[in-house]
Each structure stands twice: as structure tokens, then as C-alpha cells.
């Protein structure tokens, strides 16, 4: 873990919104860095978007691409602004609720060795219960605000949350409430009656009436929301990676390295093409659907980060262009760049986060759900037991 820097906390805000640190010519050593960092081939013709076809006519009325998943979805579903739920991650805390209708979901590191996960829900409207819920780091809110939603959390240190939770233009419901936002009755507890942790809820109806109560526009923001977040193949010719003459097997993702108290791993089932999640050594279910949590794609940002003050609190870099990462699909993998800045007219905190192979070309990924690790740069993990670490 890095020293705290002088000056840290006048500097992070600057750090955390414009690029810094080092270069994007930083390099990685260990499972074949030369196969992985610098490929010669472009990707082809049938690992980018296809022409249309029949898979493009809706299979009933009134249903949509999503714009998270690509996957077939009612239209209202797809106008609606999604949740960015925050779930503890906590052994104690599982399962957990609503987990079958994440379409993203992120894991990052907090304060003491320990990550959180904060999920970003689609048709959550029908929902019965969704949580338990926790509290919320302030470089999950700008991981979230590329998806326009509706921020649900329990409280959070003050001190590096408020400024952005009190803007204006993010909307969120705090179970705790005060100055980071109010709770407008979205939040029960299981059991009722109880204060201990892990036991904060809320579910569609509560949350719709919240937002009715707040003033929360549910569907999409005009300014909030710009071009499809991610780019998607067409089904029928998914991208298998075949094109990358310097992809590397991919089928056990192993991220203790990065998460020492989750062990938070991936292992691909190569019959339905899913990358499936474990924490602590066992599979991660919804409580409700006990079905376990699975991915099409992978994406690991490796994130320029510091150590905010004597109790661990972190904070990372969530807007940059000079940082790099993995995309992992399909058994395989890639090295990649990402980079968060404005596009269009989009707020340059809604735009989204793009990857890009090093040929400098945006990646295409599959149909379905994303897994993403932010991970500290210097951090290291294992796929296929072979370590992947970075060389500063």
C-alpha cells in the first residue's frame, strides 16, 4: 500500500477527475507479456458488429436491445434509469438480493484489506427485496454515473463522499440520511427492528415511491446518458478473441492477489461461454433465484490510487486516458487501455468508460452481463495460475 502523500487530500480531487501518474507505456511482466501487451493483428470483420440480420427484429412487440447487455428487454425497461446498488461483500453478508438482474457489476478495494461490490441493476421495478446494502466510497459514485442511475447506499465517510453525493444532477437514496442524501422511506430492515449490519433492504416498490418522493426522474436524463455504453457483436458471431494473434488462455481468474480477503475468482464454463463468481472459496448466489452469479465479459482497469488518511481510506482514479487493463471473453484474454473523458455532449462524468486493444481500436464485446475489477496498478493476479503483475 502506498505512503500517504503530502497535500493528498488538496490533490485528489484533481487526481481522481484529470489524468496523472504514470504513462501509458508501463508495461506488464509475467504470463507472457510479450504475447499479451503488443499485438500485431487487428481484429476482424467478424469479431466487430455485424450487419443486420434476423437476430435484429425484435423476438416480440415493444422490446429493445439493452444498452448494458445487449440482451432483448422490454422498452420501458430500457428507458429506465438503472440502480447502482451497493452490496457489502462481507462473508457474513451472503447471499444477497437482486443479484440475478445486475447487468454490470464492479468490485473494488475499500479500507482495511477488504473490497465492496456495487451492482447496477436493470428491471429492478418488480423486484421484492434487494440488498442488504452498505455504504458507499465516492469513486463508486463516479463509477457509476456512467450509467445514469438511481444511487442506493447505506451512509459513508463523510468526508470524501458528500461534495459528490450533494451535487445536483446525482441522485441518490441514503439509508442513513443527512447532508449525502435522505432515505424517503426507501430503506427496511431484516429483521425489522434490527441496527446491526447487514441487515439494510429496500425492493422496487420502496425505492419507486422514494423516487417519486425525492423528485428522481426514472427514466434516462437527457445530458446524463449518451451513446450506448458499451459497443456489442452480433450475437451470431460472437467475438471469440480468434483474431488476436497475442491472446492468452483465459478459463480460472484468480483475483486474490488484488482482493486478499474475498479471493474473489472467476472460473469459464466453455459449454454456455460464462464466466462464473466465487467468493471466499464458494459460489456467489442471489438469495432469492439461488442462481450464481455469471459473466460473458471480464474486464479488469488497473487504476492509479492513493491512501487518503491514517485509517486506510482509499481513493482511485476514475477518470483518466493513460491507464490499461484485461478484457477476457470467450476462454480468452487481451491486453487492453481505457479511458474515461467527455464524448459529445454527454457530462464528462455520464460518459462512458471505453477500452481499446492495442491496435488503438474500441474492443466489442458479447452479449450478456460484464464483470469489472478496478484494481491497484501495482497489484498483481493469476488466470490460469500464471501471474499477472505490473512492472512500474
Not at 23 to 43: C, P
Not at 163 to 182: A, F, K, P, W
Not at 307 to 325: E, P, S, W
Request: aromatic share 10%.
Amino acid at each position: 500500500m502506498k505512503k500517504l502523500q503530502v497535500m493528498l487530500l488538496a490533490a485528489l480531487t484533481a487526481t481522481m477527475i484529470f489524468g496523472c501518474g504514470k504513462s501509458s507505456n508501463d508495461a506488464i511482466t509475467g504470463i507472457s507479456a510479450e504475447k499479451i501487451q503488443s499485438s500485431t493483428q487487428a481484429a476482424s470483420a467478424s469479431d466487430t458488429a455485424g450487419t443486420a440480420s434476423s437476430e435484429d427484429v425484435p423476438p416480440a412487440a415493444g422490446m429493445v436491445r439493452s444498452p448494458f447487455t445487449n440482451e432483448w428487454e422490454d422498452e420501458s425497461v430500457a428507458k429506465t434509469r438503472p440502480l447502482a446498488v451497493m452490496y457489502p461483500i462481507n462473508k457474513e453478508a451472503q447471499p444477497q438480493y437482486g443479484l440475478s438482474n445486475v447487468a454490470v457489476f464492479y468490485e473494488i478495494m475499500e479500507e482495511g484489506s477488504m473490497s465492496r461490490q456495487m451492482g447496477i441493476l436493470e428491471d429492478w421495478q418488480k423486484l421484492d427485496r434487494i440488498g442488504n446494502i452498505r455504504s458507499i466510497r465516492d469513486y463508486f459514485v463516479y463509477a457509476a454515473l456512467e450509467y445514469d442511475p438511481i444511487i442506493i447506499h447505506f451512509g459513508g465517510p463523510e468526508l470524501y463522499v458528500k461534495d459528490i453525493l450533494t451535487r445536483e444532477d446525482v441522485q441518490n437514496l441514503n439509508g442513513v440520511g443527512g447532508v449525502m442524501g435522505s432515505a424517503y422511506g426507501a430503506f427496511y430492515r431484516v429483521p425489522a427492528g434490527s441496527t446491526s449490519e447487514h441487515t439494510a433492504f429496500t425492493d422496487g416498490k420502496h425505492v419507486v415511491a422514494a423516487a417519486k418522493e425525492a423528485g428522481f426522474q426514472l427514466e434516462h436524463r437527457d445530458n446524463y446518458y449518451g451513446k450506448p455504453h458499451f459497443q456489442f457483436t452480433n450475437e451470431s458471431s460472437p467475438n471469440t478473441l480468434s483474431a488476436y494473434s497475442d491472446a492468452v488462455d483465459a478459463t480460472d481468474i484468480d483475483m486474490a492477489g488484488c482482493y486478499p480477503v474475498t479471493k474473489s475468482a472467476l472460473k469459464y464454463n466453455a459449454d454456455d461461454h460464462l464466466y462464473y463468481k466465487t467468493l471466499y472459496g464458494q459460489k456467489q448466489v442471489d438469495a432469492e433465484t439461488k442462481e450464481q452469479l455469471s459473466f460473458t465479459n471480464v474486464l479488469i482497469e488497473r487504476a492509479y490510487y492513493e491512501v487518503r488518511d491514517a485509517h486506510g481510506y482509499l481513493a482511485f482514479q476514475m477518470h483518466d486516458t493513460t491507464r490499461d487493463g484485461y478484457f477476457i471473453t470467450q476462454g480468452k484474454m487481451i491486453h487492453v487501455t481505457w479511458k474515461k473523458e467527455a464524448i459529445g455532449n454527454t457530462e464528462p462524468d455520464y460518459s462512458p468508460t471505453r477500452f481499446f486493444d492495442d491496435n488503438g481500436k474500441e474492443i466489442t464485446v458479447n452479449t450478456g452481463r460484464t464483470m469489472v475489477f478496478v484494481i491497484e496498478e501495482d497489484n498483481t493476479f493469476k488466470v490460469n495460475g500464471e501471474v499477472v503483475k505490473y512492472r512500474n
